[in-house]
């Protein structure tokens, strides 16, 4: 069963016009910040329900709306919700009194930084970043948003992350995160063996496919990926293996190499893309037959062996079929080495 809403954001210099759902009993809302609107009644289309929403709960009679676009809500173990979202530039009247909770008209930027539902923080995005109508998907489990599908495509959501590297409880769209620079995580594994001629340590590089929306067509660490919002830094990474190499791996298989800091701005597809990165670094040593492995192929266009010493001097040369951190190859160097050192170590006593 269904229910079907309205919801409403009155714009005025700069601003939205806010309320803080405080005074209402058994408020499913309750402590959030929200726009203005509610229900349907019998009778009503959307846009007679949005205009005596905002009426009662403001005092403010609207004169100028647009719709945005819809939002489908399903909670789990409750009814779904169908609501219609609108901005409005134009109104007139004398602000009132809510009995539902206190407004107040809030800068754009700072809204964000107010108690929100997770998915609001989605749609005011795209109100934000998009002219173009659209429908919204949002699965719910408790608070916490678990899913999400905008014009019927699934989004990839991220965590956003302040400085020191924790989560700020805001979540953002892949896209978007490129696009304006925030930092967020991803979880990066490098597989790497001895070398049967020369003894030195080789490392499996993966060629990205020609379609990606960064980078194409460059070599790049053995299996990378970003995590999505929710998830650990371990799950993530043994999930790229498997996806983009076919390869199972034990946790304990995987040893950690330490945190890597990465940001780059550059331009893909006339696009501006702004990589700002915090990232697990992982190693897995093992001799694979990269014939064997799994190729996703919308992912990974081929793989293979490289001296890490040959990949390391490239990449300070600045080749352009790169897209490899040079510190992060320097801190995978030094973690080889010390893995090492104790088996020749062990080795020695024999």
């Not at 203005?36 to 609207?62: I, K, N």
């Not at 929100?116 to 934000?128: C, E, I, P, S, V």
């Not at 965590?159 to 991803?186: A, F, S």
């Not at 780059?264 to 001799?287: H, I, M, Q, S, W």
């Amino acid at each position: 069963m269904y229910t079907i809403t309205t919801l409403c954001y009155l714009e005025r210099d700069g601003e939205y016009l806010m309320l803080h759902r405080v005074r209402k009993k058994q408020d499913i809302n309750q402590g959030k910040w929200i726009g203005l609107g509610g229900h349907l009644e019998a009778g009503e289309s959307p846009e007679d329900c949005v205009v005596r929403e905002v009426f009662e709960e403001c005092g403010l009679t609207l004169t100028s709306w647009r719709l945005r676009g819809i939002v489908t809500f399903l909670p789990e173990g409750g009814d779904g919700e169908y609501m219609f979202l609108y901005t409005a530039d134009g109104f007139e009247g004398t602000l009132a009194e809510c009995d539902e909770g206190e407004l107040a008209w809030v800068k754009k930027e700072r809204v964000y930084e107010l108690p929100l539902w997770q998915g609001d923080r989605l749609f005011l995005d795209l109100l934000r970043t998009r002219e173009e109508f659209f429908s919204l998907k949002l699965w719910y489990r408790g608070d916490a948003l678990v899913e999400a599908a905008l014009d019927g495509r699934k989004l990839e959501l991220f965590d956003l992350l302040d400085e020191n590297g924790c989560p700020t409880g805001g979540i953002k769209e892949r896209e978007l995160v490129h696009q304006e620079g925030d930092l967020h995580r991803t979880a990066h594994v490098w597989i790497a063996r001895r070398s049967r001629e020369t003894g030195g340590w080789e490392i499996l590089l993966q060629k990205r496919s020609a379609v990606k929306d960064a980078f194409p067509g460059c070599y790049d660490i053995s299996s990378a990926g970003h995590i999505t919002a929710g998830k650990d830094y371990l799950e993530s990474a043994m999930r790229e293996l498997r996806e983009e190499l076919g390869l199972a791996v034990k946790a304990e298989e995987l040893r950690e190499v330490g945190m890597h800091r990465g940001y780059v701005e550059t331009e893909f597809y006339g696009r501006p893309f702004k990589n700002n990165e915090l990232a697990r670094v992982y190693v897995l040593v093992r001799d694979l037959d990269i014939a064997l492995l799994t190729l996703q192929e919308s992912e990974v266009e081929s793989v293979r062996w490289q001296p890490l010493e040959e990949c390391l001097a490239r990449v300070r040369e600045r080749d352009e079929h790169y897209c490899i951190w040079e510190d992060e190859l320097v801190m995978l160097r030094e973690a080889l080495h010390a893995f090492a050192e104790p088996a020749i170590a062990s080795a020695r006593k024999f």
